[in-house]
């Protein structure tokens, strides 16, 4: 069963702009979740989506918004980038039981400058 | 709201001595138990979890890990280190919010050096 699959690996943006990082669950997950990775804060919980609805938010601002397709694919989108936004994004995704392991992506590095 | 620490920013071993790494947790239900490891450059895999029943679980690598809520601790173990297991080790609670689903509260992590 292929795992969890994040795209791109690798982003470089510049303040100000937006970016959408794209994340393939497990077949047959149906809950996809977020998380935020920097050296000073640690893994933080983003948002988690299920059947297209946002189930549950972390403590990010508006900036940070996310999106679940029919197929479970989520997209993460993050505008007006600023310098602080510079982490790993990591995407999870479960089958949605609450006792159901989360399984993690590879991630994506986003360098904002 | 739950929240979990793990004490050891930095551990070092020597190749085939036995580990522990220390987990506490707080919340206020039985909570469900994570332990995860990340190498460089990689997302975070599963090495076991806690759920209910035995206390002493075991995960994959060889690792186990033992549920005391007397302590609220949760301890992960390997009787024999590989110089492999060098890599990030992340303790996390789950807990059923409202509306369904869980979300993942991490430690801030282990980082494990394996001296050869």
């Known amino acids: 069963k292929a795992g969890v699959t994040q795209t791109p690996r690798y982003l470089i943006k510049t303040r100000g702009q937006q970016v959408t990082l794209s994340c393939s669950p497990i077949?047959?997950?149906?809950?996809v979740s977020w998380y935020q990775q920097t050296p000073g804060q640690g893994l933080q919980f983003l948002f988690e989506?299920?059947?297209?609805?946002?189930?549950n938010k972390g403590n990010f601002p508006g900036r940070f918004s996310g999106r679940q397709f029919s197929n479970s694919r989520s997209e993460m989108n993050v505008s007006t980038l600023e310098l602080g936004d510079s982490a790993l994004y990591l995407c999870?995704?479960?089958?949605?039981?609450?006792?159901?392991?989360?399984?993690f992506g590879n991630g994506t590095r986003l360098t904002v400058t | 709201a739950q929240s979990v620490t793990q004490p050891d920013i930095h551990i070092t071993v020597s190749e085939g001595a036995s580990l522990e790494l220390r987990c506490n947790y707080s919340?206020?239900?039985?909570?469900?138990l994570f332990w995860y490891v990340q190498s460089p450059g990689q997302g975070l895999q599963l090495l076991l979890k806690?759920?209910?029943?035995?206390?002493l679980v075991q995960g994959i690598k060889g690792f186990e890990a033992e549920f005391k809520r007397s302590q609220s601790s949760f301890n992960l173990r390997k009787p024999s280190v590989h110089w492999s297991d060098a890599a990030e080790y992340f303790c996390?609670?789950?807990?059923?919010?409202?509306?369904?689903?869980?979300?993942?509260?991490f430690g801030t992590g282990t980082q494990l050096k394996v001296e050869l």
């Open positions: 806690y759920f209910s029943g035995d206390t």
């Open positions: 077949s047959g997950h149906r809950s």
């Open positions: 919340y206020g239900a039985t909570p469900y």
């Open positions: 989506y299920f059947s297209e609805t946002q189930r």
């Open positions: 996390a609670v789950g807990a059923t919010v409202t509306g369904g689903g869980n979300k993942l509260t």
């Open positions: 999870a995704s479960s089958s949605a039981r609450p006792d159901s392991p989360l399984h």
